[in-house]
């Protein structure tokens, strides 16, 4: 399996052990300033990502997500969401990285289109997973909740800290 594809799984089943550890209530609490966003939503928002990108079509729109609200409160659906697009992005092959796509996005200043590979259109989802899964933490911090995954929220390439005491 490419390393791209193993990359991703590994990251992505991260989501799976942070739904087994919450019940619906601090998956869906939007209590923790500054943004009061909840994890649900920021689980959504990454199974969207990658359920709008893992289409048989070289065109891509990523404002194109289903953004549903069910997946933000509920841990079991949202866990049957992350099953199907884990098994989506399981079922990729070489020929599916190689190919070109044309992906539309608004970066701020309108729709604009982007020529990548879907290789790197999938790296990007993984790191876009991990900037969310860090925001995630915070939250859980918030809630006095914690995950026991030492590099949870941290990018690979990101250098660790010492804390002192």
Same mark, same amino acid.
């Given at each position: 399996?490419?390393?791209?594809?193993?990359? #991703?799984?590994?990251? @992505? &089943?991260? %989501?799976?052990?942070?739904? !087994?550890?919450?019940?619906? &209530?601090?998956?869906?609490?939007?209590?923790?300033?500054?943004?009061? !966003?909840?994890?649900?939503? *920021?689980?959504?928002?990454?199974?969207?990502?990658?359920?709008?990108?893992?289409?048989?079509?070289?065109?891509?729109?990523?404002?194109?997500?289903?953004r549903q609200t069910e $997946?933000?409160?509920?841990? /079991?659906?949202?866990? &049957?969401?992350?099953?199907? $697009?884990?098994?989506?992005?399981? /079922?990729?092959?070489?020929?599916?990285?190689?190919?070109?796509?044309?992906? +539309?996005?608004?970066?701020? @200043?309108?729709?604009?289109?982007?020529?990548? +590979?879907? !290789?790197?259109?999938?790296?990007?989802?993984? !790191?876009? +997973? %991990? *900037? *969310?899964?860090?925001?995630?933490?915070?939250?859980?911090?918030?809630?006095?909740?914690? $995950?026991?995954? &030492?590099?949870?929220?941290?990018?690979? #390439? +990101?250098?660790?800290?010492?804390?002192?005491?």
């Open positions: 399996m490419n390393i791209i594809i193993q990359a #991703t799984l590994k990251n @992505l &089943e991260r %989501t799976k052990n942070i739904l !087994s550890l919450l019940s619906d &209530e601090h998956f869906s609490s939007s209590s923790i300033p500054p943004y009061y !966003s909840s994890i649900g939503s *920021h689980i959504r928002h990454i199974l969207d990502f990658y359920d709008c990108m893992l289409v048989k079509s070289n065109m891509i729109d990523l404002k194109a997500r289903k $997946v933000e409160i509920n841990c /079991k659906r949202a866990l &049957e969401y992350y099953s199907d $697009v884990f098994n989506k992005i399981s /079922k990729l092959e070489e020929s599916d990285l190689n190919r070109i796509v044309i992906v +539309t996005d608004d970066l701020g @200043l309108g729709n604009t289109e982007i020529k990548y +590979t879907f !290789s790197s259109l999938l790296a990007q989802a993984n !790191s876009h +997973t %991990t *900037h *969310h899964y860090a925001i995630i933490n915070y939250i859980l911090e918030g809630l006095r909740l914690s $995950v026991k995954d &030492e590099n949870f929220g941290y990018n690979p #390439t +990101t250098p660790k800290t010492k804390i002192l005491n």
